[in-house]
């Protein structure tokens, strides 16, 4: 039995407060977890990344993002704060080629998906499959986009997202972290409301979970519960993979009156 990792952390800015807990879990067939995922309350920054399987040390490759983003500084305006996050990953992705390559490791790469919030502005970075869920309003959205070549092909027309699921390639990733030269990373950003839920998390979840299975256990669970709801329900469908889920809930500060 694999003990799953886990990480609970509160914490409270100007503007309101986070609750939030990750966990992760070797999963029922792979015999190592590649998965890593980072959570920093305090610092603004949560993320997922999950090795490539299949290729050199993907644990590896996942544990030096999770490094990198952990050294993203407070940031007084948002923007500065996403383009310190770029430069931690334009630099940890020129890391792990180079480990590749003195080491003659092969391709060593991983997905990531990142939360980076700096008082109300949230921005998802995210390159590969690792996914990115918001619950708002009970109302649940798929905020990142597969870098996959099944999402392409959807995308354009070809595969009718019906079939996607029977589709022989479709685990083949396009964008991933330390496989080329520059990577690729897809950015969107918004403004935080009251009661916002995001949901981070590999793609050994969604393997097993829609979207709506997912908003079910979330909208009903405080994030720590949540975390283990649907770990336990992807093991429960056969725990295919590694399965890392991160739970962030965020609430307004309520407006203080000036009476002691």
Known sequence: MTIPTRNKTKAKDSAG??????????????????????????????????????HSHGDV????????????GHHAVHEAKVQDFHDHIFGVNQDIRNLAREHGLGVMG???????????HFSVVWSGDSRLYLNRGNRMTQISKDHTEVQQMID??????????????????????????????DLLSGELKDGDTFILCSDGLTAHLSALDIQDI????????????????????????????VVVNYRVAPAHDGRP
């Open 61 to 72: 490759a996942a544990s030096m993002i999770v490094q990198a983003a952990g050294r993203v």
């Open 110 to 120: 991983s997905t990531l998906v990142a939360l980076l919030v700096t008082g109300q």
């Open 218 to 245: 979330i909208l009903s669970q405080e994030p720590e519960t949540a975390c283990n709801s649907l770990i336990n329900s992807a093991l429960e469908r056969g725990g295919s993979d590694n399965v890392t889920v």
């Open 156 to 185: 354009d027309g070809t595969l009718d997202p019906a079939a996607a699921a029977s589709f022989k390639r479709k685990n083949v990733i396009l964008h991933a972290i330390g496989v080329r030269e520059l990577p690729h990373l």
């Open 17 to 54: 407060w986070f609750d939030s807990h990750a966990m992760s879990h070797t999963g029922r067939v792979r015999p190592v977890n590649e998965d890593r995922f980072l959570s920093k309350p305090l610092n603004g920054v949560w993320l997922v990344a999950d090795g490539m399987g299949g």
